[in-house]
Every structure is written in structure tokens, then in C-alpha cells.
């Protein structure tokens, strides 16, 4: 098939938003922790970049879309037929009729793999050693994200039943979040935990994350139509309705509940409804779309607290934002689901379809999000008990930053003014008592 020139630059464009949003979030995560942990909160999404891209190139794309001679196996994992991507170069197009190469579509799900695994370190923040952290997110993208991509999107068991997810509601978030509570629970509390302030140390670094975070996510979510045509509008369109909505919502609450609006739940409002609207994107009327970002941005903004009551240490909040932001999305399509474009795709129940897509749309997150749970924790516990998941309790008061990249993200004057770089010297102990 010839090379349609207009969806191609199109999906270059939006695989260039998706991947800007992993900086996004470096700066959204770094802006929400300690000054002490800024840069190395920021270093864990900026090697996800490179430990799934290089992952990705092997075998990743293979496991999530190839296929295997097996119908059986087929269902559950791809092939080795695409290892390399070298058969991609060699495939001018993708067989789809969409007339876009087929690297493009492979950077393009590329994009995706690396902020699924970027996005679960938000809930570790503060006391988890680097090399762990790269070798999990090797590990992780193998077990868990390939082969869930490939349920999902790649002709798996659960694209046979009939599940939708436009743009990665499950794949994506509840995904990652599940991943983030299962690591929340390996590693412990941070030292000090609801004793010390854990106040996020820059909130202008957290607005511009989240401005990145909402311009990328129009590649996400309108790319995801793989065409330029008026589903991809739609998609855009829901997007921003839902995101808008949902940063209302929740600083709506936050003015009941405690009297204020803050910047922090303004962003985080936002990430709600981001998370809320991706996979009904492309399949909810507009006005649907504000009622999930109304939904997702108030009963996220309690579900955050949850971490309070029930006792783990989600740093960033990840499973409150992620987790249940992504299941709101998923199971909304149940009920909501009015353009069926992309079959099996079923109307929701309130436009006339029957209780079996809400039945679907029920299960696929609590499928994806037990596997990512159970797989998270088994592969945090082995390495836990190998290399060391979690600093020592000394490099983690002092802070990651310093004694583990031998950096600091802010000139803090005399305070660090002998010894906080590795060409200074060694840490002297006033450094030490510093928690910043």
C-alpha cells in the first residue's frame, strides 16, 4: 500500500508528544518531592527512556504485536517474528489501511511503553536505590507491559472478548498503578512518614510538568485513532473537556473540604482527567466526556487519601490517580460508549447496549491490574532480596540526590558549600542532618 504523507506526519507528530510527556513527567514527579530527591526522581523517568527503548528494539515490539504460530499462545503473548524491527524496515506499511510505515507505529507504541513504566516510579519516590530501579524497569516491561499490550491491542485474549481501551486506560494506567502499589508495599514507608513534612519542595515545577503532561497527551489520545479523520477530533476534543473538568472538580473539593484551592490539586485534577478520559476517548460523546472528568477529578481527589487509612506509602500518588483514575475510564465505557467504530466495540448501557461490554469493561481492569499487582511485587521481592531494592536509612535522610548521583538540584549556599558534588570530596556530616 502506498504511504498516506499526511497520517504519517501526523503520527510523527503525536509519537513526538507522547515521548515529550516522560519529561513531563520527570518534571510533574521532581516538582512533588523533597529538594533533596528532585534529581534523582527525575533520573528514574529519564532512564526509563532508555532501558524500554533499548528493550523495546529487541524483542518488545515482537512480544506486543507479532504473532506466534501457536492460536493457543497467541492469545496471551506475540511472536519472535519482528525481533530487531529489522522486518519492520523491510514492510513499507502497516497491513491496517492506514498507509503508515510500520516504524511508525512502532515508535509510536514505543512512546507508550516507556511512560507506563516512568509513571510507577512516583510511587517509590524518596528510597529507592537507582540500579534497582533500572533493572526492575527492564523486568517489568518484559512480564508485565508486552504481554498486557499485547492482550489488549495486539490480538490477545482479551481483544477477543471484546474489551476496548482506546488509548490505554488499562494498558496504560492501571497498569502502572497497580505496579506502584505492589512496590509501595515491597519497599516500606519512607523514614519519617506522616512524622516529618513531605511537602513537595517546587510547585511551579509541578504546573510545568503538567503543562507538558496535557500537550503531549493530544498525541496520546488523538493519535491513537491512527488516522486523521473526525474520531482522532473526537479524541482531542474529549481531552481537553474531560481534563478541564476534572482540574475543577477537584479543586472544588479541596474548597469544600478544606476551605482552599491549591496548585497542587489544580495539576492533579488535571492528571485525573487525563487518565479518566484516555481509553473512551474516541468513544463517549462530548458531553460524556465531562461527566467522567467530573467523576474522576472529585473521586480522586479523596481516593488519595487513601494511602492514609489503609497504611502504604504511595508517594506521588499513583495508585489514588493512575489506578483508580484509570479504572473510572475504563468501566465508563460501559455505560457510556455511543460510537461504535471500531468493532467488536459495543454500545454502552445507556445508549442502548446490553450489561455484556460493562461486564468487559469491568474486567479488563481487574484482570490487568492483579497481573501488573501480582508480577510488580514477585519481581520487586526477588530483587529486593538480591541487590537491594531500598537505600539505607542513612543515604535516604541525607537524600538520594547526593548519595547516589553525587549531584544536588538547587546551589543551596554555604549549607553545601564543601563537598556535595564527586569532584568536591565526600559528604560532610552537616550535609547529612540537612532534610530538605
Given amino acids: 500500500m502506498k504511504i498516506d504523507s499526511g497520517t504519517t506526519a501526523w503520527m510523527l507528530a503525536a509519537t513526538a508528544l507522547v515521548l515529550l510527556m516522560t519529561p513531563g ?3 510533574f514527579y521532581g ?20 532501558t524500554v527503548t533499548i528493550a ?23 511472536g519472535l517474528d519482528q525481533l ?5 524496515v523491510d514492510t513499507a506499511t502497516k497491513d491496517d489501511g492506514t498507509g503508515m510505515p510500520s516504524l511508525v507505529f512502532s515508535a509510536f507504541q514505543l512512546t507508550f511503553a516507556i511512560i507506563t513504566v516512568a509513571l510507577i516510579s512516583g510511587a517509590i519516590a524518596d528510597r529507592a536505590k537507582f540500579g534497582a530501579w533500572v533493572v526492575f524497569s527492564i523486568v517489568w516491561a518484559t512480564l508485565v507491559y508486552f504481554p498486557v499490550a499485547h492482550w489488549v491491542w495486539g490480538g490477545g485474549w482479551l481483544t477477543q472478548l471484546g474489551i476496548e481501551d482506546f488509548a490505554g486506560g488499562t494498558v496504560v494506567h492501571v497498569n502502572a498503578g497497580a505496579a506502584g502499589l505492589a512496590l509501595a508495599f515491597v519497599l516500606g514507608r519512607r523514614t519519617g512518614w506522616r512524622k516529618d513534612p513531605m511537602r513537595p519542595h517546587n510547585l511551579t515545577l509541578v504546573l510545568l510538568g503538567v503543562g507538558l503532561l496535557w500537550f503531549g497527551w493530544f498525541g496520546f489520545n488523538a493519535g491513537s485513532e491512527l488516522a486523521v479523520d473526525g474520531t482522532a477530533g473526537l ?16 479543586i472544588l473539593v479541596e474548597k469544600l473540604r478544606d476551605g482552599h484551592c491549591t496548585t497542587l490539586g489544580v495539576a492533579s485534577g488535571a492528571v485525573a482527567g487525563l487518565v479518566a478520559i484516555t481509553p473512551a476517548c474516541g468513544f463517549v460523546d462530548p458531553w460524556a466526556a ?3 472528568g467530573l467523576i474522576a477529578g472529585a473521586v480522586c481527589a479523596y481516593a488519595v487519601g487513601l494511602k492514609y487509612k489503609l497504611g502504604y506509602d504511595d508517594s506521588l500518588d499513583v495508585v489514588g490517580v493512575h489506578l483508580v483514575g484509570g479504572a473510572i475510564g475504563a468501566i465508563s465505557l460501559g455505560f457510556l460508549a455511543a460510537y461504535p467504530f471500531l468493532e467488536p466495540q459495543a ?3 445507556f445508549y442502548g447496549g446490553g450489561f455484556t461490554q460493562l461486564g468487559r469493561q469491568i474486567l479488563g481492569p481487574v484482570v490487568v491490574g492483579a497481573y501488573s499487582f501480582i508480577m510488580a511485587w514477585i519481581i520487586g521481592k526477588i530483587i529486593d532480596k538480591t541487590m537491594g531494592f531500598r537505600v ?22 554555604s549549607v553545601h558549600a564543601s563537598g556535595v558534588s564527586s569532584v568536591n570530596g565526600p559528604v560532610p556530616t552537616a550535609v547529612k542532618k540537612v532534610d530538605a
Fill in 84 to 88: 530487531g524491527l529489522q522486518s519492520l
Fill in 25 to 27: 513527567l520527570a518534571f
Fill in 235 to 250: 479524541a482531542f476534543m474529549n481531552t481537553q473537556i474531560a481534563t478541564a473538568v476534572a482540574a475543577g472538580a477537584w
Fill in 392 to 413: 539505607t536509612e542513612e543515604d535516604e535522610v541525607t537524600g538520594i540526590d547526593i548519595t547516589t548521583h553525587a549531584e544536588t538540584g538547587y546551589d543551596l549556599g
Fill in 56 to 78: 523495546w528494539t529487541l524483542y518488545g515490539h515482537s512480544f506486543a504485536f507479532g504473532t506466534n504460530g501457536n492460536e493457543f499462545l497467541n492469545k496471551f503473548i506475540g
Fill in 347 to 349: 454500545e454502552g448501557l
Fill in 290 to 292: 465531562m461527566v467522567i
Fill in 31 to 50: 516538582g512533588m518531592t523533597r529538594a533533596k530527591s528532585v534529581l534523582n526522581m527525575m533520573m528514574m523517568s529519564f532512564v526509563s527512556i532508555i
